[in-house]
């Protein structure tokens, strides 16, 4: 039965934009390392896969891979991925209560209806927009800045974002060696548009061939810029390389340790007789 490996792809999404590289700002991690993969939480794993065949050297199971990106000091992604839509509803219903309550009260003696509306336009915080790759055009996203505890930003223009809770980052393809050589068969799942769920990657690696192979994995970022009068989520590319290491082990018979075939009959000692009592 195939096993199902995971490659979690953690990134410090603001440190790569900064530096515009993901050397010493990425790092990776496998289910591996009790088989064998090498340098875990570096941007250098090798990736352990131990593959089957069978006693005449045939290939008895294929593994399959599970690429999981995110990002580091942002939202983890076990929330809904619905999370950020969700906060931004709630936030928008808070404001219209607020004013709600203002309308009630602004006949009262002593409200601040200035500074009470200045303060609850604070609180609604700022659109961000991204484009389209299927239109090919702005669109809002129904996302509000965030800071890294899920707190809405209010930012103007040109303001700086403190502690900005950025965008989770895309692998956008895996190639390189291991897929050239058939070695892996990378497949995609989910949906390519930021403004919708995101996508991941997962390959079947193809172990009877055993050896160290590289992979590339093409992962694209977003950075929030200031253009055209709005906040706009920008993407930006970039490249990083990995290996994997692939073993090839005869497949055994969990009971007996040796090949597949017939369970062997075992001699098991006789139960004891019961003697009977006569009526």
């Not at 993969?37 to 131990?50: D, F, M, P, Q």
């Not at 906060?87 to 404001?95: G, L």
């Not at 609604?124 to 965030?146: C, N």
């Amino acid at each position: 039965m195939s096993q199902q490996l995971a490659i979690i792809v953690l990134i410090d999404v603001a440190g790569a934009l900064q530096d515009r590289t993901l050397k010493d700002n990425l790092y990776l991690f496998d289910n591996m390392k009790l088989q064998g993969s090498e340098h875990e939480g570096t941007g250098h794993l090798v990736t352990a896969i131990n593959g089957t065949h069978w006693r005449d050297g045939s290939q008895a199971d294929e593994q399959v891979l599970n690429w999981l990106p995110c990002s580091l000091g942002s939202i983890p992604p076990t929330v809904p991925r619905n999370f950020h839509v969700e906060r931004a509803r709630a936030n928008d219903q808070e404001v219209l209560d607020e004013l709600v309550d203002l309308a009630d009260r602004s006949g009262t003696a002593g409200t601040d209806v200035v500074g009470e509306l200045n303060r609850i336009r604070a609180k609604i915080g700022t659109r961000t927009q991204v484009k389209s790759a299927r239109q090919g055009r702005e669109l809002h996203t129904g996302h509000k800045v965030m800071d890294i505890t899920g707190q809405i930003v209010s930012a103007e223009s040109g303001d700086a974002i403190p502690a900005l809770n950025n965008r989770a980052p895309i692998i956008t393809n895996i190639t390189g060696e291991a897929v050239d050589k058939n070695i892996i068969y990378p497949a995609l799942y989910g949906s390519p548009d930021l403004v919708t769920d995101g996508w991941y990657w997962s390959a079947s690696v193809a172990t009877g061939t055993p050896g160290t192979y590289s992979y590339a994995m093409e992962i694209q970022l977003h950075e929030l810029v200031w253009a055209s009068g709005a906040w706009r989520w920008e993407s930006v590319n970039m490249t990083h390389s990995s290996r994997i290491k692939v073993a090839s082990y005869p497949k055994r018979n969990g009971f007996t340790k040796a090949g597949m075939g017939l369970l062997p009959i075992v001699n098991l000692p006789a139960f004891p007789e019961v003697a009977t009592q006569q009526a």
